[in-house]
């Protein structure tokens, strides 16, 4: 089974980044330190699946790690290092028979390999994960974690903590994350290959076509401009990728534009 983890997004000090989500009415935490690939973040939990703010501290471990091919690093390193929403990571418990299944639909796999973080508190956090595109691609795909520990014990760990818990401004989950898209080949391919549901929509009026896939209770919104338009001037303004997440169960209707994302938050 197949199950959204983690959005990450990109930004210049995670620390500050939080304290300014916090006074949306966010709660999100400070995390620890990727001592590997020379980054930090901080942490916005939505029961298990949670939004990852990134930032560098070493700037030489950040460019050895941006090496690996299709890696979180070397994305935010190929997009000249632009903050803002850059990846998500779909959650797994058979990594190793998914980069055989990843390899035998054609495409690149870059391992499963295991790593670990530090908490703030000393603490050591460890998982894995595979990463897997092609080289012709224009969009970049997700990439795959499989946590140590059973989702259960992490959700009680994780509460304990204080890292789960409730946010002022609500009862807010992860309602969808969309995309701008040149076509839907890449996106239905993994869809079909994880099992997940895709549904097909086409808005004439705004010149766009939708590729809608449900992952777990989070629904990917991908969306293809066929003329102009919102979508049509956005892909020509920022290229391809994540252009918002969308959370839902806020006490108040807002927009939150910080460090180059967009954050639609909407009432129960």
């Known amino acids: 089974m197949y199950q ?34 020379g980054t930090y973040n901080t942490l916005s939990y939505f029961d298990l699946t949670y939004i990852e703010l990134i930032g ?31 990846r998500f990571a779909v959650r797994t418990t058979t990594i190793e028979e998914d980069a055989k299944l990843f390899a035998k639909a054609g495409l690149d796999v870059v391992g499963p390999e295991r790593f670990s973080r530090k908490r703030d508190d000393g603490t050591v956090v460890s998982w894995q994960l595979l990463y897997i595109g092609h080289p012709k691609s224009k969009i970049e795909f997700p990439f795959f974690i499989q946590w140590d520990e059973a989702d259960s014990l992490r959700r009680k760990e994780l509460t304990d903590r204080g890292i789960i818990a409730k946010h002022p401004l609500g ?43 449900l992952l777990d209770e989070v629904k990917l919104i991908f969306v293809k401009p066929v003329g102009e338009g ?25 927009q939150i534009t910080i460090d180059g994302a967009q954050y639609e938050i909407n009432k129960k």
């Open 171 to 213: 009862d807010l989950a992860i309602q969808a994350v969309h995309f701008v898209v040149p076509n839907f080949d890449a996106v239905e391919q993994i869809a079909q290959l994880c099992g997940a549901t895709i549904l097909k929509k086409v808005n004439q009026e705004e010149n766009v076509e939708y590729s809608i896939i």
């Open 230 to 254: 919102a979508a049509w001037n956005y892909m020509l303004e920022n290229g391809y990728g994540i252009k918002k997440v969308v959370l839902s169960g806020a006490k108040e209707q807002k």
């Open 56 to 86: 560098i501290e070493n700037e030489k471990k950040f460019q050895e790690a941006a090496n690996k091919s299709y890696s979180l690093h070397a994305s935010y390193k190929e997009n000249r290092r632009r903050d803002g929403l850059t």
């Open 4 to 37: 959204f983890d983690h959005l990450v997004h990109f930004v210049p000090y995670p620390e500050q980044t939080m304290l300014k989500l916090q006074e949306e009415g966010l709660h999100v935490v400070p995390g620890g330190s990727h001592e590997a690939w």
